[in-house]
């Protein structure tokens, strides 16, 4: 270390990496131009065999701060190379950097400022997933960071349990050695789940910040997906329950009840609704398997834990996969577990008209959604999209939901398409909901602008739309892609301004209706090489 760095130099940051040359220089230099907060940068390089170490070697050499671990065994996993950077910092506090990731300016100093001020062991600032190539950034647990706080201790905020990366967070290294807090060694995936249940237990005072202080770079289209993109195999599920399963044993074997309850609520919250989401796209072999392994996990909740929030989408779906021997109703199940909610129909009743699941489903009864809120219910609405060269209408059908829509009584809807490239909204619009006689229903049709839109270029386009009441509630829901003959398909349609204007609706991975469009002959070069890459790659 050198005798020249300001006293104000307080933390060390550990950078792992493994055969990540195109991206650890610009990692590690994140974190060196964090200024005087930081005294030390330590670089592990998990036996590398694309140069890595050798680029790191060459900085470290110009660099004071930059101290090179190089592993001699490739360790399979993040939590061997994540601890073998925490022994080596001299640091009071420690940071967590991955290879492919950055630190945005100020970052280290956010969270050092409000650690000393708070007297807190851990400060927490927001991080946010970058979608690249396009972007696109989307932040994480962003309303435990809406505010500065201090939280005296874990129970006191249970959600704390949803914000489980080990990045973007600060933490003193006294009080991780002295409560012997490590990650998982080896080839642990999801290793940050079971670290960060490991600091909740011991209980830190824990400062939060609305700083950004974290850029989580997501490249789906990588030659090697990371462990949290890489959901194709069973195995992938099996680590995650698993990690899970240890996150709530140690809470609870430390007497935080409230936590460890919270940890199984985000169980059936993020991860059963994650991969019920994708199931659809897995064969039958995939789909038994995981099947039976969520069954057995899901077998180990208690009375209690399901009694809470019975009518909540996480908790219905994983009644219905507990109560089922076989997969079914994949397709349902999926719309259920969208971001938000659907529930279509059949809206099946059991004898005494208790509202259920399905007929031969009575079990997974319904009835918590006859009192939940209008604006919290999962509503199911179909849209369908046929793109014509003289106008395009986007026609929608609200079903109804065991009649509590009749009673909240819906008056409209606001449709608008978000880009997902940039999230600007465009072409907004606002239709009344009329009642359709048969069926129980409303339905509403609004213009398309698809001239406005393709004016930003190429992209993709979600609908979001917003049924309003007449008491004034409201509900942010998506709509399901109505598959009907010719909907779903691409159009070339004439422009006058761009000549040609490819236009594809299609359904998401979670059902939900979405919009490709590629305006002019560049628009529809870049559509057939994407298409190409996409090929290329499950090919591969």
């Known amino acids: 270390m050198s005798p020249h760095l300001p006293q104000a130099a307080q933390i060390g940051i550990v950078v792992i990496g493994y055969d990540d040359a195109a991206h650890v220089l610009d990692a590690v230099g994140s974190a060196l131009a964090q200024g005087p ?24 050499a110009s660099e004071p701060r930059l101290t090179l671990v190089r592993r001699p065994a490739n360790s399979g996993g993040c939590g061997t190379p994540r601890n073998t950077g925490l022994d080596a910092v001299t640091s009071p506090y420690v940071m967590f950097l991955d290879s492919d990731d950055v630190l945005p300016p100020g970052a280290a100093q956010a969270l050092l400022t409000a ?25 994480w647990e962003a309303s435990l960071h809406a505010t500065r706080t201090a939280v005296e201790h874990p129970a006191l905020l249970p959600r704390l349990v949803h914000d489980t990366l080990c990045v ?27 670290f960060t249940a490991r600091v909740l237990a011991a209980g830190p005072r824990i400062a939060l910040v609305p700083d950004r202080v974290y850029v989580w770079h997501v490249r789906r289209s990588a030659e090697r997906l990371s462990i949290s993109l ?94 089922s021997p076989e997969p079914r109703d994949l397709p349902r199940l999926r719309e259920l577990a969208a971001r938000p909610a659907r529930l279509g129909p059949p809206y099946a009743r059991a004898a005494d008209g208790t509202p259920v699941w399905s007929a031969d489903l009575p079990g997974v009864t319904l009835e918590p959604l006859l009192t939940r809120p209008v604006h919290a219910l999962p509503l199911a609405v179909d849209a369908a999209l046929r793109p014509r060269t003289r106008g395009t209408r986007l026609r929608l059908r609200l079903h109804e939901l065991y009649g509590r829509l009749a009673e909240a009584g819906p008056e ?57 009441f007449r008491d004034g509630a409201s509900r942010e829901v998506t709509a399901h892609a109505y598959a009907g003959p010719g909907l779903l398909r691409r159009r070339a349609l004439p422009s006058a301004r761009h000549g040609v204007l490819l236009v594809q609706p299609y359904a998401t991975h979670s059902g939900a209706l979405a919009l490709r469009l590629a305006p002019g002959a560049r628009g529809a070069w870049a559509v057939v090489r994407g298409r190409v890459r996409r090929l290329i790659h499950w090919a591969g």
């Open 230 to 323: 890489d959901r194709a195999g069973i195995d992938n599920w099996r680590a995650r329950t698993e990690a899970c399963r240890l996150a709530h044993e140690t809470l609870l074997g430390a007497g935080q009840k409230e936590a460890a309850r919270a940890a199984r609520d985000k169980f059936l919250d993020h991860e059963l609704r994650m991969y019920v989401r994708e199931l659809g796209l897995r064969d039958a072999h995939y789909r038994r398997a995981w099947w039976a392994h969520t069954r057995a996990y899901l077998s180990e909740y208690d009375a209690a834990d399901w009694a809470r929030d019975p009518g909540a989408p996480g908790r219905l779906v994983g009644r219905v996969v507990l109560a």
């Open 37 to 60: 907060a930081v005294r030390e940068v330590v670089a592990v390089d998990d036996c590398s065999t694309d140069g890595s170490a050798e680029l790191l070697a060459r900085l470290a």
């Open 115 to 139: 650690a000393a001020e708070e007297g807190a062991q851990v400060a927490s600032g927001l991080c946010v997933r970058r979608e690249l190539p396009s972007g696109r950034e989307v932040p």
């Open 168 to 194: 973007g967070k600060l933490y003193r290294t006294g009080f991780l050695r002295d409560h012997g807090i490590r990650f998982p060694e080896g080839r642990f995936p999801y290793e940050d789940i079971v």
């Open 412 to 468: 409209s809807v606001r449709a608008e398409w978000r880009r997902r490239e940039d999230g600007r909204a465009q072409a907004c619009r606002t239709a009344a909901l009329v009642p359709v006689t048969v069926g129980g229903a409303w339905s509403a049709e609004a213009d398309v602008d698809l001239a406005g839109m393709a004016a930003l270029g190429a992209g993709t386009w979600d609908l979001h739309l917003r049924v309003r």
